[in-house]
């Protein structure tokens, strides 16, 4: 599939900004053989005082900006286009659990896709007794990794409820699978931390997810969201694959990455400082819409 992404945030303070800086982590990832960049452009309202581009760790690619005091109002805002291709159907190779621990031995290397950086605590996801024990039991009958990870997220997704006001970005994952509720950010880091706490190394991904209107409703403008949802190492042979507990489903051609991380706090779409004085508010505005695959791309 072939979209067309569109997003813009804003903040607005009451009182004039002062020395602004931050990191955007808000341009989809080049994958192969999954996802191509063909158009990415993100831009700042008003224009920054400085401005530059790199390459975290992850592989992420993040743009750094400082803004000049004296604005009540920063707008920054993304425009896309963007492949990705459905993911082919292949057999299920995977190990069961119990062999996987042989299989992380054999594996020497730490680069940024390394399965060894995400097995351990992070800072946003550390260790629970209850998730633990509740993705031990989702899983204890699953004689696949692939059918763990499927069985526990679709146990998550039963047992979760979405709720947009249960909880905040800053909210940790015990505390909202304690009472079941939250959002796409809560059910993502409530997966990953049942699968480290049974000793599946799993990864936090932030992206785009195109939705579609009830049958006969129009789409509505600014409607879809940024998403999150988990990569999950499943073996030597198998790899990374790609789970959406908020919709029960292993990620298919409508998620569009941007990144992957420990967990949240590694790919926050805005992160950074600003010197303000009186309160500040933001909103957020995301489509995601399919375009012809014969469409002739223009500047963004």
């Not at 492949?83 to 940024?112: F, G, I, N, W």
């Not at 990144?259 to 995301?286: K, N």
């Amino acid at each position: 599939m072939l979209y067309d992404i569109r997003l813009t945030m804003t903040y607005h303070s009451r009182r004039p900004i002062g020395v602004a800086r931050h990191l955007l982590r808000l341009m989809p990832a080049t994958l192969p053989g999954i996802q191509t960049v063909r158009l990415a452009e993100v831009t700042t309202t008003p224009a920054p005082a400085s401005r530059s581009e790199f390459t975290d760790f992850f592989c992420n690619r993040v743009v750094e900006v400082s803004m000049a005091p004296g604005h009540r109002d920063i707008t920054f805002a993304l425009k896309a286009v963007v492949e990705r291709l459905s993911p082919p159907r292949t057999a299920d190779l995977s190990p069961p659990l119990s062999a996987l621990p042989q299989e992380l031995a054999e594996v020497r290397d730490l680069r940024p896709e390394s399965p060894h950086h995400f097995l351990a605590a992070s800072p946003r996801i550390r260790p629970d007794a209850a998730i633990t024990a509740f993705a031990a039991q989702a899983t204890a009958k699953s004689p696949s990794l692939r059918l763990a990870v499927e069985a526990y997220g679709m146990a998550l997704h039963t047992a979760m409820s979405f709720d947009s006001d249960a909880t905040t970005v800053d909210t940790p994952p015990a505390e909202a699978f304690a009472q079941r509720r939250g959002v796409c950010q809560d059910f993502a880091q409530i997966m990953i931390a049942g699968l480290r706490g049974i000793g599946v190394p799993a990864a936090y991904v932030s992206g785009f997810l195109r939705t579609l209107p009830p049958p006969g409703k129009p789409r509505l403008e600014g409607a879809d969201a940024m998403h999150a949802w988990t990569r999950v190492w499943c073996g030597t042979t198998t790899g990374w694959l790609d789970y959406d507990p908020t919709n029960a489903c292993f990620a298919g051609a409508d998620h569009i990455t941007v990144g992957y991380g420990r967990d949240y706090g590694d790919l926050p779409p805005v992160a950074g400082v600003m010197r303000i004085a009186g309160g500040q508010s933001s909103t957020q505005a995301v489509d995601v819409v399919a375009l012809p695959e014969t469409v002739a791309l223009r500047p963004a």
